[in-house]
């Protein structure tokens, strides 16, 4: 019954967050996708990330390409700003509005087609050029929109429902952000929203180029024995490299215990952490670390999910360029066009 519009009547007694929305008000149009697509639960964790986040919907613009996951958009934040672009163009289109607008909080959903394949030079240059943005891809390993054909990121070894093997060594998305300069990377899986929602919030509070690998099973083409990138497949390989929440900014929790020992801390929202001090283990500010693990793991045959890399001094585009603070949109010719005096000079230095 997907062409029935959601009714938009509230019930009264919706919990609204901290800016006056229910969760319902993240909501977008009813999904046409098929039932028990992993898109739909990574539209799901984007829904409930900008309603904890108290981000109020109007502030959020969110861009995607052509596939199955570029749909997606419309069924979460009906009350953004939206832009569908052409295939694999998304980040180029992305990084045009960033610099007119930065104020807005800028979201690009695309798939592992659309990115990997047709739009893999758009995906590495909007990484390397440090975009301020959340960049979700939505992995499936196939074209579910074309039947099912093999993608750019299906594991070398699966087997298709056709039963056709894949002979072609896979892209790793997660892999190429780390040597990009992606300032936060992170894989996640659909089916894992207790993880998931946190990396989206951590992603969308992060001020720079944030990568978020989500594999997401097609259950029309590629949830069977043979795909690795089916629900079983992934839940019987997850590597998970840490569990996380995301805590927004407030003063300083600050505590000292012994390693070995268990300590409850209260949190600004009441709520109570129980905290138990163990050896070293992941950092996620390691980059090399994070390429070492992630390629450990997969040639295990695992999936590493969870936080894989986050700088904690990261630089935007904006940076990079030097850009004035006013958004290029709210300038005006006075500030747009120098004159001819300083057009010749320039002409001057170049020749």
């Known amino acids: 019954m997907t062409y029935l519009a959601k009714p938009k009547i509230h019930h009264p007694s919706l919990t609204r967050n901290k800016v006056g929305y229910t969760r319902r008000d993240y909501e977008g149009a009813v999904s046409t996708l098929c039932a028990g697509c992993g898109h739909d639960s990574i539209s799901a964790a984007i829904i409930q990330a900008c309603w904890e986040l108290d981000i109020e ?3 959020v613009a969110k861009l995607s390409g052509i596939g199955c996951s570029s749909k997606t958009p419309t069924y979460f934040l009906g009350n953004s700003h939206g832009f569908n672009t052409v295939h694999g163009r998304m980040p180029s289109v992305l990084t045009g509005a960033n610099l007119a607008n930065r104020d807005l909080l800028y979201l690009g959903v695309s798939g592992d087609g659309d990115s990997a394949s047709i739009g893999i030079g758009q995906f590495v240059h909007a990484l390397r050029r440090g ?3 959340v960049y979700i891809v939505e992995n499936n390993g196939v074209y579910g929109l074309t039947k099912g054909q093999f ?54 509070q992060h001020p720079g180029a944030a990568l978020i690998d989500v594999i997401s099973p097609c259950v029309a083409f590629n949830n069977h024995a043979g795909s690795t990138k089916s629900y079983e497949f992934v839940r019987d390989h997850n590597e998970v490299a840490n569990r996380l929440d995301f805590v927004p900014c407030r003063d300083e929790i600050v505590v000292d215990y012994a390693s070995g020992s268990v300590l409850d801390v209260e949190l600004h929202d009441g709520s109570v952490l129980r905290l138990r001090k163990l050896a070293a283990t992941y950092d996620a500010r390691d980059r090399t670390a994070a390429i ?30 030097n850009t004035v603070t006013t958004p290029f949109n709210q300038l005006g010719e006075a500030e747009l066009c120098p004159g001819n005096a300083a057009l010749e000079a320039i002409n001057a230095a170049l020749r």
């Open 292 to 321: 070492r693990y992630a390629r450990t793991a997969a040639a295990e045959g695992e999936i590493a999910t969870g936080l894989l890399y986050v700088d904690p001094d990261p630089r935007d585009l904006h940076q990079h360029l």
């Open 131 to 133: 975009v301020n943005m």
């Open 57 to 59: 919907p109007h502030r």
């Open 151 to 204: 993608s750019a990121t299906a594991d070398q070894g699966s087997v298709s429902k056709k039963g056709v093997v894949n002979t072609d060594a896979p892209l790793d998305l997660v892999g190429m952000a780390l040597q990009l300069g992606a300032t936060y990377v992170a894989r996640g899986f659909s089916g894992d929203k207790r993880q998931l929602v946190p990396l989206i919030k951590g992603a969308m």
